[in-house]
T-cell receptor, first 116, second 111 residues
Framework: EAQVTQNPRYLITVTGKKLTVTCSQNMNHEYMSWYRQDPGLGLRQIYYSMNVEVTDKGDVPEGYKVSRKEKRNFPLILESPSPNQTSLYFC???????????????FGEGSRLTVL | KQEVTQIPAALSVPEGENLVLNCSFTDSAIYNLQWFRQDPGKGLTSLLLIQSSQREQTSGRLNASLDKSSGRSTLYIAASQPGDSATYLCAAYNYGQNFVFGPGTRLSVLP
């Protein structure tokens, strides 16, 4: 089954304790992206990657890091989490837009993070 | 830079009614426009994707149209059901840029 898998789905942590949210897709997609969703602010892009070893900042990259060492994985790293990073996080993936690719975006189920 | 808006922000209708959700975008040079459904606290499920060369797409009771010249897309839901209650988001993609999401329309279908 084609899917985007995020882990953990729920996490409560404390300020300053490094954490990683993993994202994996099994569709051989080149494009992957991280979003955060907050009430009243909608979906905001954190980082995205057009392919292996290629990453770019989105609209709200501060306090986050990413890496793309393998095509299927795109982990989100919070080096020193703070309470303002409490949010619902989504990973998404798509084929790179070229040729006849439709560019359909697939989302993971989300990871709810609480930083105390 | 592309901006996407959705009207109304919230909508409440009785079961069985046909309804239209609106999505507007500022840059008409889009590659595609995608409609999603999101249930509370859940992920986004893709409903329909319209390529720039297409005018509409249909899936069951859903029909999405695209008018690039006016910068608008509409999602038509026929014979609404309580199970359609969710937030509906649209997202525009411009080649060489990035996916831009609207804020969503929260739909409630009352039994």
């Amino acid at each position: 089954e084609a899917q985007v898998t995020q882990n953990p789905r729920y996490l409560i942590t404390v300020t300053g304790k490094k954490l990683t949210v993993t994202c994996s897709q099994n569709m051989n997609h080149e494009y992957m992206s991280w979003y955060r969703q907050d009430p009243g602010l909608g979906l905001r892009q954190i980082y995205y990657s057009m392919n292996v070893e290629v990453t770019d900042k989105g609209d709200v990259p501060e306090g986050y890091k990413v890496s793309r060492k393998e095509k299927r994985n795109f982990p989100l790293i919070l080096e020193s989490p703070s309470p303002n990073q409490t949010s619902l996080y989504f990973c998404a993936s798509s084929f790179r837009l070229a040729g006849t690719n439709t560019g359909e975006l697939f989302f993971g189920e989300g990871s709810r993070l609480t930083v105390l | 830079k592309q901006e996407v808006t959705q009207i109304p922000a919230a909508l409440s209708v009785p079961e069985g009614e046909n309804l239209v959700l609106n999505c507007s975008f500022t840059d008409s040079a889009i590659y595609n426009l995608q409609w999603f459904r999101q249930d509370p606290g859940k992920g986004l499920t893709s409903l329909l994707l319209i390529q720039s060369s297409q005018r509409e797409q249909t899936s069951g009771r859903l029909n999405a149209s695209l008018d690039k010249s006016s910068g608008r897309s509409t999602l038509y839901i026929a014979a609404s059901q309580p199970g359609d209650s969710a937030t509906y988001l649209c997202a525009a993609y411009n080649y060489g840029q990035n996916f831009v999401f609207g804020p969503g329309t929260r739909l409630s279908v009352l039994p």
